[in-house]
């Protein structure tokens, strides 16, 4: 089974300041998903970005970037020039290859965000 | 078009009663998620529909748990004689679109709280 670990529970940062959030996998898939879910006081769990395991290059969305080691089963969230906005819970998620009974996500634990204004 | 709707927002019940949480998914998406998310935690995964067939139901954590999507659109979540361990947000998340977006891509509900007391 796979497992996703987020070690930092809580983290804040100044505004219009970088922050990078962590976070680890266990897997023995080689191809797979990667997600990181924007979760704010609201509840309502909105997509960040997305990255597939295939491919090298790491994604971006804007002032979102990851940084995706394969090897290292590591996959970090950047936020750039950071906005009161940004204040959520972080999830990062782990969707295996495409196929039968591979299509659910597996969560972490999460990472409170605070930005100060 | 609208997003993932659930209803009801909040549910209070009282231990031993049954409850019936309820998910408009996106139209058009043919993948429908359940999940569970206890207060601080990351999301759990309940069960998973394709069209009308539950093609995984290893989430759900006992045979008190029940879900259905007869027609292959809304689903409904029935939890019979809930306990106080049930309180929890529980949402639901639809993907695969028949065309375009990414088939992967899970969006999210704004959840049902539910409290048992």
């Known amino acids: 089974a796979q497992t996703v670990t987020q070690s930092q529970p809580e983290m804040s940062v100044q505004e219009a300041e970088t922050v990078t959030l962590s976070c680890t996998y266990d897997?023995?898939?080689?191809?797979?998903?990667l997600f990181w879910y924007k979760q704010p006081p609201s509840r309502q769990m909105i997509l960040v970005i997305r990255q597939e395991a295939y491919k090298q290059q790491n994604a971006t969305e804007n002032r979102f970037s990851v940084n995706f080691q394969k090897a290292a089963k590591s996959f970090s969230l950047k936020i750039s020039d950071s906005q009161l906005g940004d204040t959520a819970m972080y999830f990062c998620?782990?969707?295996?290859?495409?196929?039968?009974?591979?299509?659910?996500?597996?969560f972490g634990t999460g990472t409170r965000l605070t930005i100060i204004p | 078009g609208a997003g993932v709707s659930q209803s009801p927002r909040y549910k209070v019940a009282k231990r031993g009663q049954d409850v019936a949480l309820r998910c408009d998914p996106i139209?058009?998406?043919?993948?429908l998620f359940w999940y569970q998310q206890a207060l601080g935690q990351g999301p759990e995964f309940l069960t998973y529909?394709?069209?009308?067939?539950?093609?995984?139901k290893s989430g759900l954590p006992s045979d008190r748990f029940f879900a259905e999507r007869p027609e292959g659109s809304v689903s409904t979540l029935k939890i019979q004689r809930t306990q106080q361990e049930d309180s929890a947000v529980y949402l639901c998340?639809?993907?695969?679109?028949?065309?375009?977006?990414?088939?992967?891509?899970?969006?999210f509900g704004p959840g049902t709280r539910l409290t048992v007391t």
């Open positions: 529909f394709q069209n009308e067939a539950q093609l995984d």
């Open positions: 998620a782990f969707m295996g290859p495409p196929g039968f009974g591979n299509e659910k996500l597996t």
């Open positions: 139209s058009g998406h043919v993948s």
């Open positions: 897997t023995s898939e080689n191809n797979y998903y």
């Open positions: 998340a639809s993907s695969s679109p028949t065309s375009g977006g990414h088939k992967d891509e899970q969006y």
